[in-house]
Structures are given as C-alpha cells and as structure tokens.
C-alpha cells in the first residue's frame, strides 16, 4: 500500500504529531529495534515480523507489522497450539513491555495507523460490530488509545469499544498528548496486557453472546 501523506478525514495536526514524534522514535529506538530483531530470530526462527492483514480507517485493509512473540508449534492434526504453548518467554516480555509493538511506527508512517487511535482488530469482527461500535473506524487504528490507557485487555469487549467510540466523538490534539503520557505510564507499570488467567485476549464472538472460548492467534 502507498504511503499516506495526510489520510483523509484525518487533522493535520495529528498527522504532524504523528510524522514528528514517529521519526524521532525509530532514531533513538533504532539500537532496541536490532537488538529484539536479533534475540526474535534466534528464538522465533524466520520470519522476525508478524504480519497479519487488519481493517484501518473506514474499514480500509492493511498489513499490520509486530516483532513475533510466538514460535511455530502444531498438533498432531496440523493445526496451531493454542497461545499459551506457543508463546515464549522472549514473547511474554516483549508483549508486557509493549516492545512486539514498535514495528508499527512503520505503519504510522505509512499513514495506516496513528500514534493514538482505536487499536486495528481482525477483519473477521467488522460483521459482528453494531453500528454505533463501528464507528471506531472513523478515524485512524492507534497503536495507544482511549481504551488501553483504561485497562486494555481487561476490559470487556463492549466496554473497549464505547471507550473507542467516546474518543472518536472527543479527539483533540491535547487528548492524544495526554493518552501519549498515560502510555508511557501504563507501560512501565506493565499493566492490562492480558485478560487474567489468559495469555491471550479471548476473540470477540459479537454482541449477542459473552466473550468466552479458545483464544486465537491475533497477536493483539
């Protein structure tokens, strides 16, 4: 996908916060980006980026890019262990530390993604989303946002999206900023990377039905 100077719909004050900040970043983060590419392959093998198609603005398709947090590993049938046995220690770390995440800078620059935003979920949920939560997709998928600040995985799935859509009602330049520092906080607290007793988030299965069952591969 071609890069996007200014996506549209999208202020330019928040893509210059975007460009500014996200250049600054892969410079100082440039040393920590080799190092983890360099322990991911050793322990994860190749490819070191997970790559996985995600809806962006307007339900806009996507290939999201995150350093892998887990290793190949199949059941006798052929079919993947489920997350807990494949997720490695590696994984775990760079997951609570948010580490898996900073390939998506490149995404930012690109103009796919945004410092802050709602965070870009699988393309399978788009039917099983209300009206009133797809509205998440009126502006541009975030690496933070609204609903990580205020607990992340450990929210319910309808309780991330209201907080999605209360931000895509109440953006300002000065909101971002304050998610931004809220970020770095919850980051450093390593607090609501997953759902408790999962090592995963479990999938959204729609509005009609609770969030239980097997966990999936999203590497969210």
């Given at each position: 996908?071609?890069?996007?100077?200014?996506?549209?719909?999208?202020?330019?004050?928040?893509?210059?916060?975007?460009?500014?900040?996200?250049?600054?970043?892969?410079?100082?983060?440039?040393?920590?980006?080799?190092?983890?590419?360099?322990?991911?392959?050793?322990?994860?093998g190749f490819p070191i980026l997970f790559r996985q198609q995600r809806p962006?603005?307007?339900?806009?398709?996507?290939?999201?890019?995150?350093?892998?947090?887990?290793?190949?590993?199949?059941?006798?049938?052929?079919?993947?262990?489920p997350d807990e046995k494949r997720l490695t220690k590696l994984g775990r770390?760079?997951?609570?530390?948010?580490?898996?995440?900073?390939?998506?800078?490149?995404?930012?620059?690109?103009?796919?993604?945004?410092?802050?935003?709602?965070?870009?979920?699988?393309?399978?949920?788009?039917?099983?989303?209300?009206?009133?939560?797809?509205?998440?997709?009126?502006?541009?998928?975030?690496?933070?946002?609204?609903?990580?600040?205020?607990?992340r995985n450990t929210l319910s799935w309808q309780e991330k999206f209201q907080?999605?859509?209360?931000?895509?009602?109440?953006?300002?330049?000065?909101?971002?900023?304050?998610?931004?520092?809220?970020?770095?906080?919850?980051?450093?607290?390593?607090?609501?990377?997953?759902?408790?007793?999962?090592?995963?988030?479990?999938?959204?299965?729609?509005?009609?039905?609770?969030?239980?069952?097997?966990?999936?591969?999203?590497?969210?």
């Open positions: 996908m071609p890069v996007k100077l200014l996506p549209k719909t999208t202020p330019i004050v928040k893509r210059l916060l975007d460009i500014v900040l996200t250049l600054l970043l892969l410079i100082f983060l440039s040393p920590v980006l080799l190092i983890i590419s360099i322990f991911v392959a050793c322990q994860h962006g603005l307007f339900g806009e398709i996507f290939t999201i890019y995150k350093f892998r947090t887990m290793r190949n590993a199949f059941d006798q049938q052929g079919k993947p262990l770390f760079l997951r609570s530390t948010s580490l898996d995440e900073l390939p998506e800078l490149f995404n930012v620059l690109k103009g796919e993604m945004s410092l802050v935003g709602p965070r870009p979920l699988l393309i399978s949920y788009l039917p099983l989303y209300s009206v009133e939560q797809s509205r998440r997709h009126h502006v541009l998928p975030g690496i933070t946002g609204w609903a990580q600040v205020h607990g907080l999605d859509v209360w931000y895509v009602d109440h953006w300002s330049f000065w909101l971002d900023i304050q998610i931004l520092g809220m970020t770095i906080i919850k980051v450093l607290q390593r607090e609501g990377i997953s759902q408790p007793g999962k090592a995963t988030a479990e999938p959204f299965k729609g509005n009609g039905e609770l969030d239980q069952g097997t966990s999936i591969a999203a590497e969210d």
